[in-house]
């Protein structure tokens, strides 16, 4: 396994649609390795692929719950509503108050191809959104319910 870099808005990587995965290859799962290192590495909740410059329908998350990796994922259900700060580790520094689900319902693929559900509330609903937002090039800014402020700015 290796840390990988951190693309940095405005890098261009963020804005692209991502695509699906095909074959679970040897590179799919040594990426998914690295993304796993690259989040824990940044003491990060979430990594998705194309933060690392890889255009792939694939996220990481670790909400406190463990690590959960997804290969396409798709939404099954949002719902409820929780407004919080969030942050980004392509967005370093930055936080910003985005409304999210309270709860979502997630169908994805393991590294073995395996179809898996995973679902959660607080924390975990909001990193899925967050992180599947990715895929689509969208980032928390755009949902931001107030302009992100940088640290220590006053
Ligand atoms: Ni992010």
């Known amino acids: 396994m290796a840390k990988r870099n951190i693309r940095i808005y405005p890098d261009e990587a963020l804005r692209k649609k991502c695509r699906p995965v095909k074959d679970i290859t040897k590179s799919v799962v040594t990426l ?7 989040m824990y590495g940044a003491n990060g909740a979430g990594l998705a692929a194309p933060q690392v ?11 406190g719950e463990g690590l959960v990796e997804l290969i396409n994922p798709v939404f099954l259900e949002k719902s ?35 179809t898996i559900i995973v679902e959660g509330h607080d924390l975990m609903a909001r990193a899925l959104c ?25």
């Open 53 to 63: 410059g890889v255009l792939k329908r694939i996220v990481v998350i670790d909400a």
């Open 32 to 38: 998914i390795d690295d993304m796993a290192e690259t």
């Open 130 to 154: 967050h992180e599947i937002d990715h895929l689509d090039g969208i980032l928390y800014i755009d949902k931001a319910i107030e302009p992100p402020e940088k640290e220590n700015e006053n």
């Open 80 to 114: 409820g509503s929780q407004i919080g700060d969030e942050g980004c580790l392509s967005l370093p520094g930055k936080w910003a108050t985005v409304e999210r689900p309270d709860y979502a319902k997630v169908k994805a693929l393991n590294k073995k191809g395996e």
